[in-house]
């Protein structure tokens, strides 16, 4: 069972952070790799489409990047 971690980033210019378990922090940095862009950037981009709690957002980006590969 992963728990819960705090994590700092920087989204349009202000700092925050986010509490996220560990699979998912590395789900994040693997697809902004894959996509070449920083973390921040690709938070950004999670932050400006989502609905509701940006952890929770952050979460369903993960587990939707992943099920599309999945269904390829």
Same mark, same amino acid.
């Given at each position: 069972? %992963?728990?819960?971690? =705090?994590? %700092?980033?920087? @989204?349009?210019?202000?700092? +925050?952070? *986010? +509490? $996220?378990?560990?699979?998912?922090? &590395? #789900?994040? =940095?693997?697809?902004? =790799? *894959?996509?070449? $862009? &920083?973390?921040? +950037? @690709? $938070?950004?981009? $999670?932050?400006?489409?989502?609905? #509701?709690?940006?952890?929770?957002?952050?979460?369903?980006?993960?587990?939707?990047?992943? =099920?599309?590969? *999945? &269904?390829?």
């Amino acid at each position: 069972m %992963s728990r819960l971690k =705090k994590h %700092s980033v920087l @989204l349009q210019g202000h700092a +925050t952070s *986010v +509490t $996220i378990e560990d699979p998912f922090w &590395s #789900g994040l =940095k693997e697809i902004a =790799k *894959v996509q070449n $862009i &920083s973390m921040n +950037t @690709l $938070i950004s981009a $999670i932050d400006d489409q989502r609905e #509701g709690n940006l952890s929770s957002a952050l979460r369903l980006f993960v587990l939707k990047y992943y =099920k599309d590969q *999945v &269904s390829l």
